[in-house]
């Protein structure tokens, strides 16, 4: 087959593909609320028709967030509209995406991020401002050839070695220091040798593209030893779908070429990090809701929505950036978007409007999020932001043009920012979390259990002594 991307219509055309392929085991993949995949995997004598309708049960408690210990179970359900081959397995393995549901009641579990997610769209369609939300995730990553990490009692420390680092410029390596390699913040579009990573990434492209991605470009980033892949846009949950197969597929591909991958958002301190520029647009019956006559050709639905995301920005970065080093990142002087604006040219601001050769193409780009996200849960949030901006006509004012990092004092003052610290984003959750809450996409529940699970997270972080305190304060 030249593609291992795989659709099914039945059960019966399941499993008879199974046989007529010879495929040995099963996996079932279900997202936690960080945002990991999880796996169980049955082997082909094992799963029939039975387990295809009603699911598998495990254990619901020893996930993250989810079940208490005195009602653990859970039911996987497999998606058999959403499948494809792992070419990362020694056997050969079918991956399925999956949802869980309560075994008490049959019901999709209110924790599931897929779950939220597939409710996210259907909250659309009910509000009448479309029928399908469109999402294009641009997903940023690190490749390195090394790395270390301890954080003991008597020591806290990290390391990570790239033969692109600036840092090994006066290295002597067995077969000859080359010296091609980009310089910190310059390492945009560059050709090889300097640019080391170009066949990683096709690789990454091509193993994408065998399990059903459509991607359109791969470049290094600005950073030394950083990467994007582009991958097209999707419908919400399809496309949260689809990060977590190239997130699978970065790992693995960086993996077998004895390298190591990153999806943490600031690994390198002083150079660019690492983001997730999420383009999103609204259809309905089949014409772009997006395209107008306001402002860089945007309707006024679109300039709204926009107005719904910076209003609930804050609330908002619990999701999009739902990691304590998603903060190391949102700072001036990197090109991380840190002032809540709008704009047409400007990337700096949190809202960009790509320029579209066409109505159809017509769509907004927020530049805040990172890959650290959890993608159900950060497009479904921006959704619901987005929807409320709608719903309740919430402009975003006038746009801004400049750029943003050459604003005086006075001008930057006056403009909202995203949070600093993931505990300011995890505060402004609890506060702003009504419009999450409409037609009942994110329930209490979950949100409960995601604002402690990320609680543990930041008083985790807080408590840690810190290597640059000794430099700062030892002798004192």
């Not at 070419?87 to 599931?112: H, L, N, W």
């Not at 002087?333 to 002032?339: D, I, K, N, W």
């Amino acid at each position: 087959m030249s593609s291992y991307s795989l659709k099914f219509k039945s059960p019966a055309e399941l499993l008879k593909f199974i046989k007529d392929q010879d495929i040995q085991f099963i996996d079932l993949n279900f997202t936690d609320l960080r945002g990991k995949w999880q796996h169980t995997t049955e082997h082909v004598s094992a799963f029939d028709e039975g387990k295809i309708t009603n699911g598998i049960y495990f254990d619901g408690s020893s996930i993250a967030g989810w079940k208490r210990i005195n009602e653990s179970d859970m039911t996987i359900i497999p998606d058999i509209s959403k499948a494809c081959l792992d070419p990362f397995a020694a056997q050969k393995t079918m991956k399925i995406f999956c949802d869980v549901r309560e075994p008490s009641t049959g019901k999709p579990y209110d924790r599931d991020p897929r779950n939220i997610a597939k409710a996210a769209e259907q909250y659309l369609k009910k509000t009448g401002v479309g029928d399908v939300a469109y999402f294009g995730p641009e997903a940023e990553f690190f490749v390195f050839e090394d790395v270390q990490m301890c954080a003991e009692p008597n020591q806290v420390r990290f390391k990570v070695d790239s033969s692109e680092g600036s840092y090994n410029a006066g290295r002597v390596y067995p077969d000859g220091n080359m010296g091609h390699r980009p310089a910190p913040k310059g390492a945009y579009f560059p050709e090889s040798p300097v640019d080391s990573l170009s066949d990683i990434r096709g690789e990454m492209v091509t193993v994408m593209q065998n399990m059903g991605l459509s991607v359109e470009k791969h470049h290094h980033e600005v950073a030394p030893s950083q990467c994007e892949i582009g991958i097209k846009f999707s419908s919400l949950t399809d496309s949260a779908d689809n990060v977590q197969i190239y997130k699978h597929v970065v790992h693995n591909v960086a993996n077998s070429y004895g390298k190591t991958a990153t999806f943490l958002p600031k690994p390198i301190y002083g150079d660019n990090g690492s983001g997730m520029h999420v383009h999103q647009s609204i259809w309905k019956s089949g014409k772009p809701q997006f395209s107008g006559e306001s402002y860089a050709d945007l309707s006024d639905t679109a300039l709204y929505y926009i107005g719904g995301i910076i209003k609930h920005a804050k609330a908002l970065n619990a999701f999009t950036n739902p990691s304590t080093n998603s903060y190391k990142r949102l700072v001036p002087g990197y090109e991380a978007p840190v002032l809540l604006a709008y704009s047409a040219r400007n990337r700096s601001a949190a809202c960009r409007i790509p320029v579209s050769p066409s109505p159809s193409s017509k769509r907004i780009e927020v530049r805040f999020p990172d890959p650290s996200a959890n993608p159900y849960l950060a497009f479904s949030a921006m959704l619901m932001a987005g929807l409320d901006g709608v719903k309740n006509k919430i402009h975003p004012g006038d746009a801004m043009d400049k750029n943003l990092y050459d604003l005086s004092e006075t001008e930057f003052g006056s403009l909202p920012l995203v949070c600093r610290t993931l505990r300011e984003a995890v505060e402004a959750l609890q506060d702003d979390h009504a419009f999450l809450l409409e037609g009942d996409v994110f329930t209490q529940s979950i949100l409960e259990a995601y604002i402690t699970l990320k609680m543990e997270e930041v008083e985790r972080y807080e408590s840690m002594v810190h290597p640059i305190e000794y430099l700062m304060y030892y002798s004192c």
